[in-house]
């Protein structure tokens, strides 16, 4: 619900203001702790990773994942929940299930039998709207797909069906990927209050863009494609995107293609809870910057 509603429903609410700087900060030195000992850290955001360890030994896993979580209480303050298996997916499901501050592990061969009964929505790739769908023909559980034949996995998920059902038996070949490449930096904001006001919006939207542009040129990084994520009052989300002639770090630029997104989406009068902006088309080589439009557009002339 919308902050404001929050404080309205219960008056003596403590609202701690976010402070990002301070999350890179702490996730930076959590990052430096799984280094130690590990063969590849692949980060998903500020506060989630997968991590490799040398070897097949689950016990050793283990009690990496043990030291892990102890040190960061003791250096950086803050706890650790930790799922330990030998497959991306179910050490994702396992250190779910450990939350809020806890360890569980899947020995090796175990996963399908660790997976059957969870609901099906714990399953990657299945969201809210596909859960209902598979609920309406009878798929509730993670076994439910894991026993699915070629044909219903077909007729269920597309050409994606087989994976499906591979990883609700607890098949996941995908390795741990230390390198793997930056596919887009985006910043969002949902807002205490629910903005109506253009001006507003638009204020917003180039604070957005400022810190997107910053953290793409500290990283050396620019992109192509710049989209805009709205989430109006009724939880109703549109996206909107378009794609630049050349990647760009620049925030001017940036915010000129979302200042088009943000017009493209038809609002209104509606009210927006959440804005978003996204660059992705990553690419790291340094660009040339060059002007968003082919051609030049001439400004109104100024009032004396």
Do not use: N
Request: hydrophobic fraction near 45%; charge should be negative.
């Amino acid at each position: 619900m919308p902050l404001y509603r929050a404080r309205a429903i219960c008056p003596p609410l403590v609202v701690v203001a976010p402070d990002f700087e301070r999350y890179r900060e702490a996730s930076r030195a959590v990052f430096a702790i799984f280094a130690r000992g590990a063969s590849a850290i692949e980060g998903l955001s500020l506060d989630e990773a997968y991590v490799a360890v040398p070897g097949d030994d689950l016990a050793a896993a283990v009690d990496y994942a043990r030291g892990v979580r102890s040190a960061v209480r003791a250096e950086v303050g803050l706890t650790v929940s930790a799922g330990v298996a030998a497959q991306k997916m179910v050490a994702k499901i396992a250190s779910d299930d450990a939350k809020p501050d806890g360890l569980a592990a899947v020995a090796p061969g175990d996963e399908a039998a660790y997976l059957a009964a969870l609901p099906v929505g714990r399953l990657w790739g299945v969201g809210p709207k596909t859960q209902a769908r598979l609920e309406q023909r009878g798929i509730a559980t993670i076994g439910d797909v894991a026993a699915l034949s070629d044909a219903a996995a077909f007729e269920l998920f597309g050409r994606g069906g087989r994976e499906m059902r591979e990883l609700a038996r607890g098949i996941d070949v995908r390795p741990v990927e230390s390198d793997r490449e930056t596919r887009s930096v985006s910043a969002e904001e949902t807002f205490e209050f629910d903005l109506r006001d253009g001006s507003e919006l638009r204020a917003e939207l180039h604070r957005l863009c400022a810190d997107v542009g910053r953290r793409l040129e500290a990283h050396g990084l620019r992109g192509a494609t710049i989209g805009v994520k709205i989430r109006k009052s009724d939880f109703t989300t549109i996206g909107r995107q378009m794609t630049v002639a050349e990647p760009t770090c620049d925030a001017a630029l940036i915010e000129a293609a979302a200042l088009r997104c943000l017009d493209r989406a038809g609002l209104a009068d509606s009210t927006v809870r959440l804005l978003g902006v996204r660059v992705g088309s990553i690419v790291e080589q340094p660009q040339r910057q060059i002007a968003l439009f082919d051609q030049a557009v001439p400004l109104p002339a100024q009032e004396p």
